[in-house]
């Protein structure tokens, strides 16, 4: 009886461990499909813009770059999120857990630069 509650010692840490990276995984995937959006939505304007044929499709430029950059983000968020659930699962299997809060730093001043470069963006268009 003792190996067996052995066994399911970490379960909840570990099922906990795999929500939060899945969790990122579900934050990447909707970065990615939300630049793709934006990429398409570019696409279609410029297509608006020939059609009536005006010249202002810089704008629309920026547009394209912006989604390019959200889908990278997509993926780089993949990438960082799978090492945090592997370093989380190597602290979990050795019984030593202490938090490691450099990932969530780096990520947080991406996103802050990122939100900060679409704010000026926005503001200088309008």
Known sequence: MATKNNHFENAREHLANERTFLAWVRTSIA???FGF????FSLFLEQITLTFKTKEITSMEYGENVGII???LGLIFTILAYIQYKNNEKRLNSKFYAPNSRLYLLLTLIMLTGGASLIIYL???V
């Open 31 to 33: 970065l990615m499909g």
């Open 70 to 72: 959200m889908v990278t």
């Open 37 to 40: 959006v934006i990429v398409k």
């Open 123 to 125: 503001f200088l268009s």
